[in-house]
Each structure stands twice: as structure tokens, then as C-alpha cells.
């Protein structure tokens, strides 16, 4: 600092960086690992539970990603769930031959690949549309693509007929391809993950694109007067949720098959994940690493509960939790700083008037008192000349 | 009766402290019954401090607030008439005057009596005048008549008349001939003997209305006079706090280049036809009252805001229709007056502020950021401006005021606009920020820039301008320059007191 401002000195970079505040969800996550692997090693610390767990998850965290972009644009995509089941069952029917299913009006007994190609299509014309709403007859996101949400949910019944199907043999192998890495088997679902990750980070974080979704995030009319076409980016963001719910979609199709209720359970755990995840390293911004990282600790703790033979249904209430509680950590986090600025700046309130104290008993020859202060200064000196006796 | 003749209310020696300012100093004041006092000042003057700490929004530094006739029969009682007059809009003038009553859980379930109801909200009404329908939902009523039922619900509770009623910049909203209601209004329960307080900044308004008037200024009260010896001119002293005839005046050292702005007929929510013209190099200010269209000029300038234009010329192009992104291509920028809500992203760092509006130039080969490039570009610009701290990465709200407009004013002249919109520049900023903004101004003309300042401050536009519109009721009533351009003069155009053209008439002539 060359000029007189006062240096605030703040803690260094290494302890900031570590600090609960930051990286929470780690230290949560080691407690959850110690916890359960005092309570029951012999399942949990296998390196099969690791494997699977990663696997099992990755398409919940792509669908986290999903929920992610339109959120950092201020938009929320709770249709997400229903366009994983509409992808789902499309890619499932389509490769149902006709003379099998014939009350399916789908079942065409088209290849996989064909099948997925339309799934993803389907699933960004469908992000489209909620864009559409959202932007063009400015309906709230959350009532829009609730909205959205139901009515896609009756069109999946639809065309479904509300059957579960199983994958066919070749189509399986989509989602169990797996590449060997050291010990551990990338499975394509994982690989997909790792690639959307990183482009949705490098674009977040590394382009103007994502500067502006952030800035239109943040303050859509303070954005707009900067020159960032709010819109577009929240249609565009909504279209990107959309695709990458198709990619979901058929990639859940080729490991469990089609079931129309699959889909819309990941909402809550993606939701939950983001917002977790906005806590974690950028400080109240949503982010694609803390998304990442949340998730995965809120699964070990479901797989921990698992183990101990806790009933699947029950991990809701994990995930509920742990919405919950993120959204009110980082609320208080904003406000209690503002409430505890606003005090320190005030010099009626008590942090005001200690904190004036302080000073006037440092400094020697303060410019223009006021009257409270000229107060606490005589203070000040009675003290220290107490002090000198 | 002994209270007769002590005031109603009675204020002494009152303070209130905010960071890094006082916005009221020492004020005294007292309201006696039957009397119209009304209190005077500029923005920022320590008008709506008062207001607040009468309502218990702010608590007082130092000071007493005494009800000096105040008896166990007779209490005093205080009721203040915002501004926007807290009613719903949706709900019809009975269920208005019912929302305060009915407290608790029995009363507040129990089945309204309706027909007792409408009775008595039609007695309280006619109180002020002719009755009107009080069953239609209060939205669609007059603004002068939503002002009546906001009164009306004030003096619900009372037990007598001898009470205080403030009554917060209540024409802000109304029309000339709908001021005259509401006047007639508050003339009648002064004669019943209440204390009303009128808070205004409309000058006009109040010699016609006040028994006594107080001015406000910086949080001092400069002035505590009978109407009878007070007119338009001394008025104005008080206010602004400059003696007519040794004012400074425009600045005439400025050299002019070829017509940048060129506007014709622009017409918009409050516009009704303004031709603005602005050289490079040269400062043109807008002047004018709230509600003249001032605050929604540089709005729609810049496209922010829906305007049409008869003829709209940009560095010499026609730009028919605009928005923001277009405008900022064509070289413009526009610094808002609200810093929080449309000035800056205040959740991003200074840094991330600066390079909003133009990325491009801190792109790298691969669509990306180039994060030293922006880095540099924030750090120059941080130390240039002389933002304290001086540190790019620290997030915009964090800032002080002050420091929080250099960061926006360092956003926008990053890439030397050809047309620089400013409106309300300095708004809540500290004096050697201030000057800083002032400097920067001047330096951004010195290169070139076109400038427009829209400013509530007449110093400031003073200080700053070559040039001066001054706006009233939406169209340009006068335009000053030189020798002509005076704080005095501003403020008497603005308020359509010049040369003993009466304003009251002056409007009502518009309609």
C-alpha cells in the first residue's frame, strides 16, 4: 500500500484456502469417512464400495451440472428430473421393435445410436422451450419449469405406457464400456463427466461468456446496462441443461433400462449439490468443482447409511438436510457480514464505540472529534494516568 | 384549557450520525396546533432523517422529542403520511381504512361489519370534500383521492383533533389540480387544530400551503420563519445557501468539436419532446425536479429504458433503435445513479467490474480470459482513478460510496466513450471523492467526450456544465449558459419561479 489507506492484513493465502469457511465439504467428508469406517470398515473401506460409488454416481453429478448452468445465470431448472426420464424412455422405446410393444406407438426397433441421437435432440428442444417461457413470456423460472416439468412427466407416461424396460445386451455396453486407469476402471459415464466438468468450468470460469452468466446471475438489471444480453444467456443456458439431461438420459437407459420414476429422483440431490457446492471454494458463487465435491460427499454418506443397512428411502432426508442448510449457511454468511460492517462502521452501536475507543486511545491527535468520541478519549486518558499511579 | 398555548411537539437539539456523515445537526423544532409548518431542503438536506426518527426507522444520536401539551385525557398523538402511501392497491377504500384496526386473534377473525364499515369510511372521507365511490379497489381511484384515504386513515384513531400529522413529499404524485384538494384538505384539519408538518422540496408548493416555514440544509436548519417574511427569492437563499447575484457561474473555457449527440423529439414515459444536441468536448447538464424527466433522460439515451426519437444521430449515424449492448458499440456509456442496482455486479471483485462491458480486448487465442492481461488492465485503472484500497480483487460492495462510483466511472472511461451519460454523478459520495469524479469529468471532455450530467445538485452542474437544459414536466423549459447559468437561476427554472411566472399557473397550463 503506498498511499495512507490503512493495510487490512487478512490471513495468509494457505490458511484462507483451507479455512472451514472454504473447503468445508472436505472436512465434513473426512468425518463422514472416519465415522464410517470406525462403525463398519469391513464394507465401507473396500475398493469396491469406491469404485461403484464414483460409477453410480456420475450421472447425478452430470445432472447437478445440468441444474448448475441456468443457476449461475439466475435461472432454475427444475424440469431437470423430467427431462432425464423423457430422454430415458424415448431412447428405450425407439429401440423396441414394433411387433414386441404394440400399444408403444415409439417402438420402431431403431439402432441405439439412432435412438440416443433423437433422445438428445428431444432434451434440448425441450430445454428450448423452457427457455422460450422463461425469456420470452418472462414466467418466473421456478413456476415455468415446474410447469414444464409436469407436463413433459404426462408426455413420458405416454409414451411409455408407464412399463419398465430393460436395455438391450448391446445398448448395455454404452454405459459399462469402462478404460483401465491404475486401479481403477473409468467407466464411459465417468469419462463423460470428467469432459462436461471441465468444459463447463473452462467456460464459467475462464471465458466472458461465463463472466456475463455470472454478472446476469448476480444482478440481471445492473448486467444488462453493462451490455450483456441477459436473455440469451439464460435461453442458452437452459438449452445447455437440456442437452446435457439428454446425454443423462440415455446414458441411464443403457445401464438400468427404462423406468419413468428414475429421472426425477435426481432433482433433489443435484439441487442440493449446487447449492452445497456454492459454498466451497469461490465463496457464494455456484461452481462446477464444489458442485462436484459436494455431491460426492453427500453420496458417502447415503453409501455410509447404506452399509449400515439404513433403508435407500431414507437418504431423501440427507439431501433435504443438506439443501437446507447450505442455502442458510451461505445466507448468513452475506448478511452477517454486512450486519457486522454496518456495526463497525456506526459509532453509536457498542462494536462502534469500543472500536473508537480503541483509537482515540492510539492516536494522539485525531481530526475533529465528536462529541461521543471527544467522551471516550477523556476516557482513555483517565485511564492510562490511573495506569501511571 | 392551560395546553392551549404550548406547541404540540417539540423537537431540541437533535442528531443523527451516519458513517462518514451527519445528516442532522442540532436541529430543533416546534409544532404548535392549528399551525402548517413546513420543512424545507434539497435531497439530502436531513428532510426523510427527521421523518424516519419521528417514526422510530432510525434511533436518535442525541436530542429530545417532547409532546409538551400532551395530558392523560388528551394525549398527543403522531401520524405520518408517507410518500407512497402504504395502501393496496388491489383493496377497496373500506378495507384500506381497515387494514391498521382489528388487532388480535378474536377481532382479527371475527366477520367484518360491512355495512358500519362503509357508513363511516364515507363520513371520514367526506370530511375533506366531496365523497367519492369507496367501494372500487383504491388503485383506480385519483391520486389525490388515494392521498385523502391515506389522511383518513390516519385520523381514524383519533380521539380529538389536537394531533400531529406529517405529511412526507405527499404531491409527488399528484397533479396541480389534485394538489388543490389535497391542500384544501390539510388547511381544514389545521383549523381543527392539528399540527401538521409538510415535507416538500417543491418550493412553490409550500408559500402557498405553510403558516411558517423551516429549511434544512447539510442537516442544519438554516432557516425558521413566518410565511409572511419569506418569498421566492429568500427561499431560495435558504436552500441553496447562495446570496443571488454573486453566484458562480457556467464554464466557458471548454473548446468544442463536431456535433456527437444529436436528438430530436424524444419522447418516453415522462418526456414529451426533447431535443438534446452535445458537441465533442462539451458538458451539457439537465436540470429539473423529480418528475420532470430528468432522472429518465440518460435512461433512455442509452436504450435502458423504451423512448421514441423523431431523429437520433450518433457520431453522425442514425440509430433508431437502441439498447444497451448497441449502445456501448457505438461508444457510449452511461453511469447510473442507483451504483448498487444498475451501476455494478456488486458481488463481483472491482476487477471483474471493470472489464465487464468490454471483454474483448482482455481475450486471449482460445476464447478464454487472458487473466495477467485483465489483471493489469484493473490494477492501472484502480491506481488511476485512485480507488482506496487499492486493491482490483476485493469485492465491489466491500468498497466505500465513493470509492464504489470511481470503480464504476473507471468501468466506462476504460475505453474513452465518444458519449459519456452520467446521472446523479456524485450521489452519495464523500467531498474528496467528489472532487476526483469532478476531474474526471473534465479530463473525459478534455479527450473528447461528449458529456451529459443529470444532477438534482445545482452546484454541481455548475460546476461541471458549458450548458444547461432545464426540464419541467417533461419538455426543455429553459436552457442556460454562461453568465445566465446560476445556482439560483437552476433551482427558480426547475421550479417555474423565474421572472415572476407563477408555477401553479405555468402547469396547469401544460395540461
Redesign the interface.
Known amino acids: 500500500?503506498?498511499?495512507g489507506?490503512?493495510?487490512?492484513k487478512g490471513p495468509s493465502v494457505f490458511s484462507r484456502y483451507f479455512s472451514p469457511r472454504n473447503i468445508s465439504a472436505v472436512y465434513l467428508f473426512i468425518l463422514i469417512f472416519i465415522v464410517f469406517a470406525i462403525w463398519t470398515p469391513q464394507t465401507f473401506l473396500t475398493p469396491g464400495t469406491w469404485a461403484n460409488l464414483l460409477d453410480t454416481n456420475s450421472l447425478v453429478v452430470l445432472a447437478a451440472i445440468a441444474v448448475l448452468i441456468p443457476l449461475t445465470t439466475g435461472v432454475f431448472n427444475l424440469a431437470i428430473g423430467a427431462e432425464i426420464a423423457l430422454a430415458m424412455m424415448l431412447c428405450i422405446t425407439l429401440q423396441i421393435p414394433h411387433e414386441q410393444q404394440s400399444d408403444l406407438f415409439l417402438a420402431v426397433g431403431m439402432p441405439w445410436w439412432m435412438a440416443a441421437i433423437i433422445a438428445v435432440v428431444v432434451a434440448t428442444l425441450v430445454g428450448m422451450l423452457s427457455g422460450w417461457v422463461v425469456t420470452k413470456l418472462k414466467i418466473d423460472s421456478f413456476i415455468a419449469t415446474l410447469g414444464m416439468s409436469s407436463i413433459i412427466g404426462a408426455i413420458t407416461y405416454l409414451i411409455s405406457q408407464n412399463k419398465p424396460f430393460a436395455a438391450s445386451p448391446e445398448f448395455q455396453q454404452l454405459a459399462a464400456t469402462a478404460v483401465p486407469l491404475g486401479g481403477f476402471r473409468l467407466t464411459v459415464p465417468v469419462i463423460v463427466l470428467i469432459i462436461v466438468a471441465l468444459a463447463v468450468w473452462?467456460v464459467l470460469e475462464?471465458?466472458?461468456v461465463g463472466?456475463?452468466m455470472?454478472?446476469a446471475g448476480?444482478?440481471p438489471?445492473?448486467?444488462?446496462?453493462?451490455?450483456?444480453?441477459v436473455a440469451r444467456l439464460q435461453w442458452g443456458s437452459l438449452v445447455a441443461g437440456g442437452f446435457i439431461a439428454g446425454v443423462i438420459g440415455v446414458l441411464s437407459a443403457s445401464k438400468f433400462g427404462g423406468s419413468v420414476a428414475y429421472g426425477v429422483g435426481m432433482l433433489l440431490p443435484a439441487l442440493a449439490a449446487v447449492f452445497l457446492g456454492s459454498t466451497q471454494f469461490k465463496g457464494?458463487?455456484f461452481n462446477v468443482w464444489g458442485t462436484v465435491l459436494a455431491l460426492y460427499v453427500l453420496a458417502v454418506g447415503v453409501q455410509g447409511l447404506l452399509l449400515v443397512k439404513v433403508p435407500k428411502e431414507y437418504s431423501n432426508f440427507l439431501y433435504g438436510v443438506a439443501l437446507i442448510v447450505a442455502v442458510a449457511v451461505s445466507r448468513w454468511e452475506r448478511t452477517g457480514k454486512r450486519t457486522r460492517?454496518i456495526r463497525q462502521?456506526?459509532?453509536?452501536t457498542k462494536e462502534g464505540k469500543e472500536k473508537l475507543a480503541a483509537e482515540a486511545a492510539a492516536e494522539s491527535d485525531p481530526p475533529q472529534l465528536?462529541?461521543?468520541q471527544t467522551a471516550l478519549k477523556q476516557d482513555g486518558i483517565e485511564d492510562q494516568g490511573d495506569d501511571a499511579r | 384549557m392551560a395546553a392551549a398555548n404550548r406547541p404540540l411537539l417539540r423537537i431540541t437539539g437533535m442528531i443523527k450520525e451516519f458513517p462518514g456523515l451527519r445528516a442532522l445537526d442540532d436541529v430543533s423544532l416546534e409544532v404548535h396546533s392549528g399551525e402548517i409548518v413546513a420543512v424545507v431542503g434539497h435531497n439530502g438536506s436531513g428532510k426523510s432523517t427527521l421523518v424516519k426518527i419521528l417514526a422510530g426507522v432510525y434511533a436518535k444520536d442525541a436530542g429530545e422529542v417532547e409532546y409538551p401539551s400532551s395530558t392523560a385525557e388528551e394525549e398527543t398523538g403522531l401520524h405520518i403520511i408517507h410518500q407512497d402511501l402504504g395502501l393496496a392497491m388491489e383493496l377497496n377504500a373500506i378495507e384500506n381504512l381497515g387494514i391498521p384496526k382489528y388487532q388480535g386473534l378474536r377481532e382479527s377473525l371475527a366477520p367484518a361489519p360491512v355495512k358500519r364499515e362503509k357508513a363511516k369510511a364515507t363520513e371520514l372521507i367526506s370530511r375533506f370534500g366531496e365523497p367519492f365511490d369507496v367501494t372500487v379497489p383504491v388503485g383506480s381511484l385519483a391520486p389525490a383521492q388515494r392521498s385523502i384515504i391515506g389522511i383518513a386513515r390516519a385520523l381514524d384513531g383519533w380521539k380529538h383533533p389536537r394531533n400531529i400529522l406529517i405529511l412526507d413529499e405527499p404531491t409527488e404524485a399528484l397533479h396541480a389540480s389534485e394538489v388543490r384538494i389535497l391542500f384544501e384538505a390539510i388547511k381544514r384539519l389545521a383549523a381543527d387544530g392539528a399540527g401538521i408538518i409538510f415535507i416538500s422540496h417543491r418550493l412553490d408548493e409550500v408559500l402557498e400551503l405553510a403558516d411558517r416555514i423551516v429549511v434544512l440544509r447539510d442537516g442544519k436548519k438554516v432557516a425558521d420563519e413566518d410565511r409572511e417574511h419569506v418569498d421566492h427569492e429568500r427561499l431560495v437563499e435558504f436552500v441553496t445557501g447562495v446570496k443571488a447575484g454573486e453566484a458562480e457561474t457556467g464554464r466557458t473555457d471548454r473548446t468544442h468539436g463536431e456535433v456527437v449527440l444529436d436528438i430530436a423529439g424524444l419522447w418516453g414515459e415522462v418526456l414529451d419532446g426533447v431535443d438534446l444536441t452535445v458537441h465533442a468536448g462539451e458538458v451539457v447538464g439537465v436540470a429539473g425536479v423529480l418528475g420532470s424527466g430528468r432522472e429518465a433522460l440518460p435512461a433512455m439515451v442509452f436504450g435502458s429504458e423504451l423512448a421514441a426519437a423523431d431523429e437520433f444521430n450518433v457520431a453522425g449515424a442514425a440509430y433508431p433503435k437502441r439498447d444497451p449492448a448497441e449502445s456501448i458499440r457505438r461508444g457510449m456509456a452511461f453511469v447510473p445513479g442507483d451504483r448498487g442496482k444498475y451501476g455494478a455486479i456488486r458481488d463481483f471483485t472491482a476487477r471483474e467490474n471493470i472489464t465487464l462491458p468490454a471483454m474483448q480486448n482482455v481475450t486471449n487465442a482460445i476464447f478464454g480470459v487472458d487473466a495477467r492481461k485483465e489483471k493489469a488492465v484493473a490494477t492501472e485503472l484502480v491506481a488511476k482513478y485512485d480507488v482506496r484500497p487499492p486493491r482490483p480483487e476485493q469485492i465491489f460492495k466491500q468498497f466505500s460510496g465513493g470509492n464504489q462510483q470511481k470503480i464504476v466511472f473507471a468501468k466506462w472511461l476504460r475505453n474513452d466513450p465518444t458519449v459519456l451519460l452520467l446521472e446523479e454523478p456524485t450521489q452519495g459520495v464523500d467531498i474528496g471523492a467528489k472532487q476526483a469524479l469532478y476531474e474526471a469529468i473534465d479530463a473525459a471532455a478534455a479527450q473528447g467526450a461528449a458529456v451529459v450530467v443529470c444532477s438534482s445538485e445545482a452546484k454541481e452542474l455548475v460546476r461541471l456544465c458549458d450548458r444547461v437544459l432545464v426540464l419541467r414536466n417533461g419538455v426543455v423549459a429553459a436552457e442556460l449558459s454562461g453568465e445566465e447559468l446560476t445556482e439560483t437561476r437552476l433551482v427558480l427554472e426547475g421550479y417555474g419561479l423565474a421572472d415572476g411566472d407563477d408555477a401553479v399557473d405555468g402547469s396547469e397550463g401544460q395540461q
Open positions: 500500500m503506498t498511499d489507506t490503512r493495510a487490512v473452462y475462464r471465458t466472458p463472466r456475463r455470472y454478472a448476480f444482478n438489471d445492473g448486467a444488462r446496462l453493462s451490455g450483456v444480453n457464494g458463487r460492517a462502521a456506526t459509532t453509536f465528536t462529541p461521543t
